[in-house]
């Protein structure tokens, strides 16, 4: 079957560095998404891993190993707009997207 | 507009009434999408369609119908609503040049809030 688990809450500094985890199970995979959605918002866009290895885009980094279904979101230098649900999606087989239930980031000042 | 648009934004509906809720594109996207979001689960595919003319059943399809006449619009129609069906609704689009190993970038609308009484 597909799966996707991501934490439901973490914590963080403002100033700091927080890693969101999403590990995933899937007999196809097509790639990973990390979208943002601030609350009552639409998910926006943030980065897409399709092959192993660390993609840097400003203070956002993501990492994707397909070997161990695992892929991370690094946020650097947090800041309070930071504060939002982090969402994980595959690709599955079919080209479709499988999302996970979202990670709510509460950045602290 | 820019991008994709949703109506109405939010809306209070009875249970056994008919609803349509309509999603416009003006980004010449092949592919579009109907989601649901309810609290502590991920987005849930509803429809989709890969290009005017064609559609396809999500994980949880049952209770709503989509139609696709044009590149533009992808409206869901909920044939006659029941309390299940409240949750956020999201329609999103894409290029629709999936394939080989890749997977494109969804685009969302802002959302329609549905509560069925």
């Known amino acids: 079957g597909q799966n996707i688990d991501q934490p439901t809450e973490m914590t963080a500094t403002e100033g700091a560095i927080v890693q969101i985890n999403c590990t995933y199970q899937?007999?196809?995979?097509?790639?990973l998404f990390w979208y943002q959605q601030h609350a009552g918002e639409a998910p926006t866009f943030l980065s897409y891993?399709?092959l192993d290895g660390l993609e840097e885009k400003g203070r956002f980094s993501s990492f994707l190993s397909r070997s161990k279904g695992y892929s991370y979101l690094l946020l650097k230098e947090l800041q309070m707009k930071d504060s939002a649900s982090y969402l994980c999606a595959m690709g599955d087989s079919n080209y479709q997207l499988i999302w996970g239930a979202g990670t709510k980031l509460i950045i602290k000042p | 507009i820019a991008g994709i648009t949703q109506a109405p934004t939010s809306q209070i509906l009875a249970a056994g009434r008919r609803m349509t809720l309509r999603c416009t594109q003006d980004?010449?996207?092949?592919?579009m999408y109907w989601y649901r979001q309810d609290l502590g689960l991920g987005l849930r595919l509803i429809h989709y369609?890969?290009?005017?003319?064609?559609?396809g059943k999500g994980e949880v399809p049952d209770g709503y119908s989509v139609s696709r006449a044009n590149t533009d619009d992808f409206p869901l129609t909920l044939a006659s609503a029941v309390p299940s069906q409240t949750s956020v609704y999201f329609c999103?689009?894409?290029?629709?040049?999936?394939?080989?190993?890749?997977?494109?970038?969804?685009?969302f609308g802002p959302g329609t809030r549905l509560t069925v009484l």
């Open positions: 369609s890969n290009t005017a003319g064609t559609t």
């Open positions: 891993n399709v």
């Open positions: 899937t007999s196809g995979f097509n790639g």
């Open positions: 999103a689009s894409s290029t629709g040049t999936s394939g080989r190993g890749a997977v494109d970038e969804q685009f």
């Open positions: 980004m010449r996207h092949n592919a």
